[in-house]
Structure formats: structure tokens, C-alpha cells
């Protein structure tokens, strides 16, 4: 196990924003497909990655990718995998998820049993024993069918890595963490910029810009699946990734983020948030109606995530929401604006034509992130 498959899930629409923070850890990137990054690495990039990539969802290793177009067939392929390798004789396994797009092979739970039986069937001959106690540590498998060919992988993440461990108190509908760290990193916004969320609900986008800022990993306060895989990954390898996660972290930077709602419950709720994410000295949270919008300084940034509208009352609000953002930004003297909504006539609403949008799928709901570019402030003088 030299090199290793790594793969790492995201956001549709933000693959290019996941590859560059794999290759600023230093990784070789193998692929990208939509919604996926396939990048090669050593055994300690399961952990760095885990612990420091901010928008994706999981890290899978790559056991194989096999063709199969019977189930037959894909028994003998997964049997003839070196699982030994990975699984030890005491680990607990088992198909987790199985998913077929455009494949012959199409039952989820089908892929699933014959997969398993065909890795007890490996496992048998080569531990020469006819039942496993599984007593040991997990080792969640994944099955990915496109066109035929399918990914098959060991989930060395366990708890999405959305779940950062400082989103206790949420919002109705709010916006995950890895998106929202995505989204911020997707604009040219930097800690020495002003960046206002005027709709920030439970706070979810200011916190991600502070820990981005403070260089705070993501991974830092969480554990994972693969922390138990003594038999290939070295425990010091962890310990490693978290001491360098330590070293990098810089909490007494100056910053301007703030953060509005309408909501005092949702205010609270931030402020909770941010304070259990270690960055609520670095927000500055306030109930505020998005009609009273209004900042002195210039050259700022917002980016948020305004109400959607996704049942029929709501929607008819809408237009009286989005023409007030619309209004109270063209008074934010040379402000860049980023806003991701499923409401499609944000733009028209807010009359002011987006520089460019993007489509990202914001879980299934397919939404836009318009960008909505500013000037650049000038050039400092040495």
C-alpha cells in the first residue's frame, strides 16, 4: 500500500475548489468527476485530509474500481480483491451505501449483500475460518455504480465532515458546513476584508470565514472511522496531523465578520455556535432586519444564504425580500456581493445583473450562487 486512492466526495459545482485544497496539502490529484476528487497519497494523507480539508464531505479509500455488468460477476470481482489488506480477522464490515446510475446492476440492496458475501467469502479463505466475530473495529464499505463500473470503497471518515462538532443549535434550513466553507472560498474575500451575512441564521458562514482566517482545521475536535485501523494506520500519524492542525492555528488575527438576523432566537443561537467553534471573539453578531443594511467602510463583502422559499407561502414574500437586498447593496459603496438561493429571479428582484452565477446543487435542491463583483480596493504603497 505505497500509494493510495483517495476519494473525496463534495458539493456538485465545487470539485475546483476541493482540488486545490487537496493539491495545498500536497497531494497528487488522479481525477476529478462530477461531485468527486480522486487524488494519490500515503497512508498519513487519510489523516490530514480528514482532518484539514474543508469541502468535503467524506475521505474514502479505494479498494478498487471493477466492471460488472451481472452479479455474478461482481461477486467474482470483489472476491478476488486483496481485502486482507485492509480488513483485519476480527473487523466489523459491512456495505453502508450503494448507489447505481445508469448501471445493469441497479438494486442498492442487492449491490449491497452480494458485495458483502463476496469480502466474507475472500476473507474466509485467506484467514482459513468459517465465521467472523466482527468484535474488532469498523470498516464501513461504499459501492459507487456509474455506467457499469463501480467504485468500491472503505469510508475512513465515519460522520460526514460537514459535521465539525460546533453546529449544536440550527436553523430551519441551514446551509452545511462544507458548502458554506466552499461558497466563501469560491470568492476572492481574505481576512483583511469586511464580510457581512445579513440572512446568517445559526451562523454557519461567518464562523467558516473566522476559521478560515484563524486557520483553524475543520477536523480538529471531531473524531473518525479510521482512528481504529490499527492494523495499517499508525496511531502517531493522527497525532501528527492534529499537532500540525495545533501549529498552524493563529486565533489572535484582527477580523471584520459579522453577522445579521431578523431572528433574536436565531442570534443566539450563533453566537453559541460560535462560541463552541472557538472563533466567537472574531464575530460580531447582531439582530438586525435585513431593510436596516448599511456599513461605512468600502470594499466589503457579502455572502449569504437568504430565504428560499420553498413552500408557497413563503415564496410570495420573496420578491419584497429580494428587492430590499437588492436595494440596501447598491448603497454598500463598492461592496461585492455572493448569494446562493433556488429562487430564480433573485437577480430580477434585486435589479442588478450578477457579473456570473454558478450552479451548485445544495444538497438535491439545485440552487445559484450569483456573484455580484465589486471594484478592487487599490493597491497598498510600500
Same mark, same amino acid.
Given at each position: 500500500?505505497?500509494?493510495? #486512492?483517495?476519494?473525496?466526495?463534495? #458539493?456538485?459545482?465545487?470539485?475546483?475548489?476541493?482540488?486545490?485544497?487537496?493539491?495545498?496539502?500536497?497531494?497528487?490529484?488522479?481525477?476529478?468527476?462530477?461531485?468527486?476528487?480522486?487524488?494519490?497519497?500515503?497512508?498519513?494523507? =487519510?489523516?490530514?485530509?480528514?482532518?484539514?480539508?474543508?469541502?468535503?464531505?467524506?475521505?474514502?479509500?479505494?479498494?478498487?474500481?471493477? !466492471?460488472?455488468?451481472?452479479?455474478?460477476?461482481?461477486?467474482?470481482?470483489?472476491?478476488?480483491?486483496?481485502? %486482507?489488506?485492509? =480488513?483485519?480477522?476480527?473487523?466489523?464490515?459491512?456495505?453502508?451505501? $450503494?448507489?447505481?446510475?445508469?448501471?445493469?446492476?441497479?438494486?442498492?440492496?442487492?449491490?449491497?449483500?452480494?458485495?458483502?458475501?463476496?469480502?466474507?467469502?475472500?476473507?474466509?479463505?485467506?484467514?482459513?475460518?468459517?465465521?467472523?466475530?466482527?468484535?474488532?473495529?469498523?470498516?464501513?464499505?461504499?459501492?459507487?455504480?456509474?455506467?457499469?463500473?463501480?467504485?468500491?470503497?472503505?469510508?475512513?471518515? *465515519?460522520?460526514?465532515?460537514?459535521?465539525?462538532?460546533?453546529?449544536?443549535?440550527?436553523?430551519?434550513?441551514?446551509?452545511?458546513?462544507?458548502?458554506?466553507?466552499?461558497?466563501?472560498?469560491?470568492?476572492?474575500?481574505?481576512?483583511?476584508?469586511?464580510?457581512?451575512?445579513?440572512?446568517?441564521?445559526?451562523?454557519?458562514?461567518?464562523?467558516?470565514?473566522?476559521?478560515? $482566517?484563524?486557520?483553524?482545521?475543520?477536523?480538529?475536535?471531531? %473524531?473518525?472511522?479510521?482512528?481504529?485501523?490499527?492494523?495499517?494506520?499508525?496511531?502517531?500519524?493522527?497525532?501528527?496531523? *492534529?499537532?500540525?492542525?495545533?501549529?498552524?492555528?493563529?486565533?489572535? =488575527?484582527?477580523?471584520?465578520?459579522?453577522?445579521?438576523?431578523?431572528?433574536?432566537?436565531?442570534?443566539?443561537? $450563533? !453566537?453559541?455556535?460560535?462560541?463552541?467553534?472557538?472563533?466567537? #471573539?472574531?464575530?460580531?453578531?447582531?439582530?438586525?432586519?435585513?431593510?436596516?443594511?448599511? #456599513?461605512?467602510?468600502?470594499?466589503?463583502? +457579502?455572502?449569504?444564504?437568504?430565504?428560499?422559499?420553498?413552500?408557497? %407561502?413563503? !415564496?410570495?414574500?420573496?420578491?419584497?425580500?429580494?428587492?430590499?437586498?437588492?436595494?440596501?447593496?447598491?448603497? +454598500?459603496?463598492?461592496?461585492?456581493?455572493?448569494?446562493?438561493?433556488?429562487?430564480?429571479?433573485? %437577480?430580477?428582484?434585486?435589479?442588478?445583473?450578477?457579473?456570473?452565477?454558478?450552479?451548485? &446543487?445544495? *444538497?438535491?435542491?439545485?440552487? &445559484?450562487?450569483?456573484?455580484?463583483? *465589486?471594484?478592487?480596493?487599490?493597491?497598498?504603497?510600500?
Amino acid at each position: 500500500m505505497e500509494k493510495l #486512492h483517495l476519494v473525496a466526495p463534495c #458539493h456538485f459545482g465545487v470539485e475546483a475548489v476541493l482540488k486545490r485544497e487537496i493539491q495545498d496539502l500536497g497531494y497528487e490529484i488522479e481525477k476529478v468527476e462530477d461531485g468527486r476528487v480522486t487524488f494519490l497519497a500515503d497512508v498519513a494523507a =487519510i489523516c490530514r485530509a480528514n482532518v484539514f480539508l474543508r469541502t468535503a464531505e467524506r475521505v474514502l479509500l479505494q479498494v478498487a474500481r471493477v !466492471r460488472a455488468t451481472t452479479f455474478d460477476q461482481l461477486f467474482e470481482e470483489v472476491k478476488a480483491l486483496e481485502w %486482507e489488506q485492509y =480488513i483485519p480477522e476480527d473487523g466489523k464490515f459491512w456495505v453502508k451505501k $450503494a448507489s447505481s446510475v445508469k448501471s445493469k446492476l441497479f438494486s442498492p440492496s442487492d449491490i449491497q449483500s452480494i458485495v458483502k458475501k463476496a469480502i466474507v467469502e475472500r476473507l474466509k479463505s485467506q484467514y482459513d475460518v468459517t465465521w467472523f466475530e466482527e468484535s474488532g473495529a469498523e470498516y464501513p464499505i461504499r459501492v459507487f455504480f456509474y455506467k457499469d463500473e463501480a467504485l468500491i470503497a472503505l469510508d475512513t471518515t *465515519g460522520e460526514s465532515l460537514h459535521k465539525r462538532g460546533y453546529r449544536k443549535m440550527t436553523s430551519k434550513a441551514p446551509i452545511s458546513e462544507t458548502l458554506a466553507a466552499a461558497l466563501i472560498m469560491l470568492t476572492p474575500w481574505r481576512k483583511d476584508r469586511i464580510l457581512v451575512d445579513p440572512f446568517c441564521g445559526c451562523g454557519t458562514f461567518p464562523i467558516e470565514a473566522a476559521m478560515i $482566517a484563524a486557520k483553524i482545521a475543520p477536523g480538529m475536535n471531531r %473524531e473518525f472511522t479510521a482512528e481504529t485501523w490499527t492494523n495499517f494506520i499508525d496511531k502517531k500519524l493522527w497525532y501528527e496531523a *492534529g499537532d500540525e492542525a495545533f501549529e498552524q492555528m493563529d486565533t489572535d =488575527i484582527q477580523v471584520d465578520i459579522q453577522g445579521y438576523d431578523i431572528d433574536e432566537e436565531m442570534v443566539s443561537y $450563533a !453566537r453559541k455556535n460560535a462560541e463552541d467553534a472557538g472563533v466567537d #471573539h472574531l464575530i460580531h453578531f447582531q439582530v438586525r432586519d435585513v431593510a436596516d443594511l448599511s #456599513h461605512n467602510k468600502k470594499y466589503g463583502f +457579502l455572502i449569504t444564504n437568504p430565504p428560499y422559499g420553498e413552500r408557497l %407561502e413563503e !415564496r410570495q414574500a420573496l420578491k419584497k425580500l429580494y428587492g430590499i437586498l437588492g436595494e440596501r447593496y447598491k448603497k +454598500l459603496d463598492s461592496w461585492s456581493a455572493f448569494v446562493i438561493t433556488s429562487y430564480e429571479d433573485a %437577480e430580477k428582484d434585486m435589479g442588478i445583473k450578477a457579473t456570473k452565477n454558478r450552479k451548485i &446543487y445544495n *444538497g438535491m435542491i439545485k440552487t &445559484y450562487f450569483y456573484q455580484f463583483m *465589486g471594484p478592487k480596493p487599490p493597491k497598498k504603497r510600500n
